[in-house]
């Protein structure tokens, strides 16, 4: 097996078409404005894709069934940048509201943003700190790799 992509069911295809393609700039592989189904360049072509959440659930029979709210995540879309400040910076400057500001998570060899798209999807970007920025935990974990 092979990862295809991830594809994340939608209710308001236009509105996450728009955030995926203009908002975020990711690189529209197929798909546009009007459709049913896109996907987009994240560093693998086509790795992540938007589809109406209700035509999937006609073709898997649980039409009748409602989306969850009010839950914890159990999905995240990760997205590595360069430099994880800039991105915040420009991104804040398009409207996205993000859910924390950038953070040095030593424990984790990042820093780090999170935000959500316009279907509520969790997204975390990030860019790699220098190992010695790394909490020593961290540090002598990586030797076993």
């Known amino acids: 097996m092979e990862l295809n992509c991830i594809r994340l069911l939608v209710n308001d295809f236009d509105k996450c078409f728009k955030f995926y393609s203009e908002t975020l700039g990711l690189n529209v592989t197929w798909g546009k404005i009007g459709g049913d189904y896109a996907s987009f360049d994240i560093g693998i072509p086509s790795g992540l894709s938007i589809f109406k959440s209700d035509l999937m ?16 995540e159990k999905v995240a879309i990760i997205l590595k940048v360069d430099d994880v400040d800039r991105s915040y910076m420009e991104l804040k400057e398009k409207g996205v509201e993000f859910v924390n500001k950038p953070t040095d998570m030593t424990g984790w060899g990042m820093r780090a943003v999170h935000f959500r798209d316009p279907e509520n999807n969790l997204i975390e970007i ?20």
Do not use: F, M, V
Request: proline share 3%; glycine share 2%; charged share 35%.
């Open 126 to 145: 990030w860019s790699e700190l220098a190992i010695e920025k790394w909490d020593k935990d961290l540090q002598n974990e990586s030797k076993e790799y």
């Open 57 to 72: 659930a006609s073709a898997i029979g649980n039409s009748e069934k409602t989306l969850p709210i009010d839950n914890r």
